[in-house]
């Protein structure tokens, strides 16, 4: 069969059964087995032979890094989701399913799902892909469930936005709330995460809400970070720790090392010793557990919940089922250590892994073990600053890390159009010091009866 | 007293009590009269001599001339929605309270409020610039209160944009539905709004779904336009509503003229003459009637609950109380006609107008009366096309109209942050036919218990 034909009638023509790859979760890792799945193998001699069916609860992509960024009024919601369809306009073999997995039958080879608003038939697989992510690990802590605010979804950040800028509306028609904590902000978990939102936290307060309510004593307004280790960013190097710390310390940031938080209530945080501080909000960055879809499948977990896979990324007991990223408890072959860090570039590099080992398989060749690529680390500590830890040894701090970070996330942003939007609001808040998105919104429009009631 | 203490201490130095205005509504006609009010007059010889507190439920400025853009996925939520608070960080004399109305005692000067989040005290007042808007106006049409989407605010405008892509969603899973009238979308009322929708959501099913949805036939996806009259755009010339028309019809909207729905349910929309359409949409452009707070506030109120007001726009029987924009039946002193028309430069300009009032007042001159600018009026139908009506009959159609509506719009768009990421959303539309922000989100973050039972 010729090339051409066979182009213009892909259904038609190709006589071949293709082979079905459904792929759970449209974060980094499912992102990138589905965009690797959908180019053709050098290797393989059929064309689009796979066809691959993706699967989200949300229509969009989450630059989860950036999620802080919303949660402190720095970007838009809109800015870090990029609608998933629009990733695979020109991937012919990629469909979308716009439905959450509710169920397997793993020995069947189908995935049972389920609209939000419609229903939605069971989908085939030859191989299933698990790349689900994770959610927050409060690790049981009394309160943090229906008080805490987490920091893993797009959701979580319009939240955390909204409650902070109504916590700053709430103080300035009762001053009185300031003791009680209303302008407490108390950040558990010294990683990157954490010591983002302390930073951007204390720099919103200062330089835009400061202007935003004159009446108000914005200098009032705290920012404690809460970290149960002796230095924040565990997997950074001394100096680099050290350095964070300074840098948070000069934009007010109150941090308290060897330190546990016991319980929240609504407007308290008791700390492990019995100290008790008036605080509204209370900000959980101290842990994810993989997503219980893992469970949920019958799949074998360890530790938190995270798929167990071999060196190849390929689930025990399951050779047609792979997992990816924070979900799966993934090993580096090139060092045997693990599980591997729930981050962006983990989940990235195992997702284009599995994408290879399905091809391999297909073409009747054996898997290979993953090799992690560790390209280095970086959290950023507000305006012009941050930490970098790169390979060869190369570290950076205050503004040539922050540049670094700054370009790395824009290269990394899925889609020029996001990319530009994002470098306006970035650009914006640099030269003018404000903060553009700060309006309390994202409720009343899926709330109203109206938006629900139609099927 | 110099000018340079009084400015470094303006609070303790200013001996004169201060005029208290409590302006209700950020909107077009709010925006205005508290941004004039801040200015100090050329006439008045004291400084800062008048205190204004602006109060809304919301804590951003909604520029409504672009809702149909949010809810076509062509713009950002955020990108017309303005902080408040940031449109006034140079003026000492505007402070504002995010909170909703919910009465008053017009005798002794006091507004009641309620913050959403908080307890908020009452504000006392020596005028009171009412300028609330106006909310949908179904006229009784049964089932539009339930199954019809308004497009007033930002709510609304997300909570169509989630329906829409969600209907193409669940008609890419189960196509049967499209029979159901799933990608059915009836757009009633022939005005500017509906025009503009009408138009926007034709070009978003065609240029951009099209795409999204490879394995769709978006083809089979309807708009229908409804409206009462024998044409549309009524306060336009003939032949720009019959331009309209012709574009509109060129783009596939189904234009049905001399029709009147006469009930809606969840997926049928019937018709006067007992038609019924399998539709699961329908948005209702119908028309807007006042907010009900001047009834609340006991003013009195006329056709559709606007308040009455005289020619100088003060409410009548309340010396101290002003009413503009969509909430007023204000009258134009030039030609005696009345009520003026519901479209923002109606309330800017009286926003100004009432703002000069009250100076007057202060100053011990008589009030004047109000006389309207119409600097005419215009609708966009789609990419590069509009018609405009400009005052001297200049009448554009087509590309050089939609230039004319273009910059128009990003001129009047508060702030110069959102004109930059506005401009980036639209050069990007018209140059790829893309459209970004099509992401179905806006309710997991507030329908979430830990959002809202904070205090």
Redesign the interface.
């Known amino acids: 069969m010729g090339k051409i034909p066979s182009r213009a009638y892909p259904d038609t023509m190709t006589c071949e059964r293709k082979h079905k790859v459904v792929v759970v979760g449209s974060g980094f890792g499912g992102l990138a087995a589905a965009k690797a799945l959908s180019k053709r193998s050098s290797r393989s001699s059929t064309e689009a032979d796979v066809e691959v069916t993706l699967v989200d609860r ?3 992509h989450t630059f989860q890094p950036l999620l802080y960024q919303v949660a402190t009024s720095g970007l ?4 870090i ?1 990029h ?1 998933v ?2 990733i695979f ?1 020109d991937s ?1 073999g990629v ?1 979308f ?3 959450a997995v509710t169920g397997a039958d793993l020995e069947r080879g189908i995935v049972h799902l389920d ?7 069971d989908v085939p697989f030859d191989d299933l892909v698990v790349a689900a992510g994770a959610t927050t690990n409060t690790f049981g802590t009394p309160g943090v469930e ?5 920091l893993y ?7 955390l936005r ?2 902070v ?2 916590r700053f ?2 103080a ?3 001053p009185d ?1 300031i003791d009680d904590g ?1 302008l407490t902000f108390v950040v558990v978990g010294g990683g990157p995460t954490g010591v983002e939102v302390a930073g951007a936290l204390a720099e919103l307060f200062s330089m835009v809400l400061r ?5 108000l004593d914005v200098g009032r307004a705290r920012v404690v970070l809460v970290e149960m280790l002796p230095q924040l960013l565990g997997p950074f190097s001394d100096p680099s720790r050290r350095h964070a710390r300074e840098a948070l310390e000069e934009r007010g940031v109150e941090v308290r090392v060897e330190e546990q938080v016991e319980r929240v209530e ?2 308290r945080v008791v700390l492990a010793g019995g100290e008790e501080i008036p605080a ?2 209370l900000i959980w960055a101290a842990g994810v557990k993989a997503n219980p879809l893992g469970a949920l499948l019958g799949l074998p977990t360890v530790g938190s919940g995270r798929i167990e896979v071999g060196p190849d990324l390929n689930v025990t007991g399951h050779p047609n089922v792979w997992a990816v990223g924070d979900i799966a408890a993934s090993i580096d072959a090139r060092t045997d250590q693990g599980p591997l860090p729930q981050l962006a570039p983990v989940a990235m590099q195992g997702g284009v892994h599995v994408a290879e080992q399905i091809r391999r398989r297909i073409d009747g060749l054996p898997t290979v073990a993953f090799r992690y690529r560790d390209k280095g680390t970086m959290a950023t500590i507000g305006r012009s600053h941050a930490v970098a830890e790169l390979p060869l040894r190369i570290r950076l701090r205050g503004f040539p890390a922050w540049v670094a970070w700054l370009a790395l996330h824009l290269v990394m942003l899925a ?1 020029f ?2 990319r ?2 994002v470098f ?2 970035w650009a ?1 808040n640099w030269f003018t010091w ?1 903060r ?16 629900s ?3």
Chains 1, 2 share one sequence.
């Not at 229906?146 to 987490?150: I, R």
């Not at 202007?211 to 009446?215: A, E, G, L, V, Y």
């Open positions: 949300n229509n969009f838009n919601a809109a800015d989701a609608p369809r629009g306009h012919p469909s399913v716009h439905a609209g939000t608003s419609h229903p939605v038939d229906e008080h805490g605010f987490p979804n797009l959701a979580d950040a319009t939240a909204n409650h800028l109504e509306e709430a300035d028609v009762a709330l209303a202007k935003d309510f004159k009446h609504a407007t509204h909000t889609g159009r996001n530009v939007s306006v609001n914006w404000d553009g998105p700060r309006v309390i919104f994202g409720g009343e429009g899926a709330t109203r009866a109206r938006a009631d139609r099927p």
